[in-house]
């Protein structure tokens, strides 16, 4: 098979939650076990740091990553999902994984993970682990995939481990309430490892209290003292924060959720300062070789580690942003950040999945835009049919478009310069927008 063959084989072969939702999903640990004793426990290898939480994991592991490259640091990153090519999931120094090892890796050892009838994210998750061993990296920064306490990268034991919020998403697997999906993304904390919440809430903050207890995991929460003073939000998409110790500096991941992320970011790299993996930086070097790093490191990050999608400004005239938020914690944040954007007319193309509570995101959506109702090349797409009418019900109006690129096509021929595009709504309707349209 060719790297393409192979990534088919991956998608339709395993059990993938993220194409097939429910249905994907595999609960537990057995096979990641099993895989792991196979390529001889490669996660040993290398120090971790474990990143958890509903929403701002992809932000967070990127930005840490970026950081400790700029210490000088051989840093693996492995995230989910991948918005264009599979690659993305698994990084070195910001390099995705080489074709030819993903095809290597699975002519080699479909015989042996074949039996176990592993999910896709099973099967990803141990080549990511293995290849990081061959590569020989210092330090990984592992996000979470679903949840926590079952998900299949729990099998390692971080430096740190990291929860960035608690917000309702994936409830059929994770809980009803604020407490119960807080109850699952704690599983990541383990005995002894420090940990530490991006953002508390008084529903969550005694779940994350009593489990570090019950491990014996000192326990930080980032907004109890945050880093960051204000922020502002620049035109270029980019943001300017104040922050207690480190004075102005400038952001390149866009969004006005980003301070949260940051905060959390520096809580984190405290703990790694204290365990000696930032002194170079910390210690060893001034306070503004520290500054040095840390500036470099946030204004480079897409660069640094590939991330994409963050309030990535495609274009200027019109102003054309995308954005992967896609539930409703993440919403709160992009619908303050669209009503504060200042254009002649906002188009907006909009799509989601079918296991989001999109009801309450259509509500906080503009109500003065005009909308390409459309869905994702996905089984798990909400028809665009099927969004355009629930959008009506919440007094959100406009046409639907059978894909990502048709939709969009019409919002900038309808657009003028002065106008405002914005694409999002799903990860996976974003990936197909910077897929084929860019």
């Not at 994991?57 to 840490?64: A, D, F, N, Q, Y």
């Not at 210690?283 to 990050?301: G, P």
Request: glycine share 8%.
């Amino acid at each position: 098979m060719n790297y393409q063959e192979t990534c088919e084989y991956l998608y339709h072969q395993m059990p993938m939650f993220e194409r097939q939702g429910a249905s994907g999903y595999k609960e537990g640990l057995s096979n990641t076990l099993a895989m792991d004793e196979h390529f001889g426990h490669p996660h040993q290898q290398y120090a971790t740091i474990h990143v958890g939480g509903t929403n701002g994991k992809g932000s967070v592991s990127h930005t840490l990553a970026a950081f400790l490259q700029e210490c000088g640091y051989r840093v693996g990153l492995y995230t989910s999902p991948h918005l264009v090519d599979f690659r993305e999931r698994i990084r070195v120094n910001g390099e995705m994984i080489p074709e030819e090892y993903v095809v290597n890796f699975v002519a080699q050892e479909r015989g042996f993970f074949e039996p176990l009838s592993p999910s896709f994210f099973e099967v990803t998750t141990a080549l990511a682990f293995k290849y990081f061993a061959d590569k020989k990296i210092d330090i990984a920064v592992i996000e979470v995939g679903l949840g926590g306490r079952l998900d299949c990268t729990n099998i390692i034991t971080p430096l740190v481990s990291v929860i960035t919020n608690i917000s309702f998403d994936h409830t059929q697997f994770l809980g009803d309430t604020l407490a119960k999906i807080a109850s699952e993304k704690a599983g990541i904390i383990k005995k002894g490892v420090p940990v530490v919440i991006g953002e508390s809430h008084q529903e969550t903050r005694p779940v994350f209290e009593a489990k570090a207890l019950e491990t014996g995991s000192s326990i930080i929460f980032a907004d109890d003292k945050p880093e960051i003073i204000n922020y502002t939000s620049l035109p270029s998409g980019k943001m300017h924060y104040t922050t207690r110790n480190w004075g102005e500096l400038d952001g390149e991941l866009g969004g006005i959720y980003q301070e949260k992320n940051l905060n959390t970011v520096f809580a984190v790299l405290k703990v790694l300062s204290q365990k000696g993996y930032v002194s170079e930086c910390a210690t060893k070097k001034s306070h503004e070789q520290f500054r040095k790093e840390l500036v470099d490191a946030l204004a480079n990050i897409n660069r640094l580690t590939g991330l994409t999608g963050r309030w990535q400004v495609v274009k200027t005239a019109p102003l054309t942003v995308c954005d992967t938020g896609h539930n409703v914690g993440g919403w709160i944040y992009l619908s303050q950040q669209i009503a504060q954007v200042a254009c002649d007319k906002k188009h907006i193309v909009f799509g989601m999945v079918d296991d989001k509570d999109i009801s309450h995101v259509l509500d906080m959506l503009p109500k003065d835009a005009c909308y390409y109702f459309t869905q994702a090349a996905t089984k798990r797409a909400l028809k665009g049919s099927v969004v355009k009418a629930l959008a009506a019900q919440h007094g959100l109006y406009g046409e639907c478009y059978p894909s990502v690129i048709e939709a969009y096509r019409a919002a900038k021929e309808a657009a003028n310069p002065k106008d405002f595009i914005f694409i999002g709504g799903s990860s996976y309707l974003v990936g197909d927008f910077l897929k084929n349209c860019i």
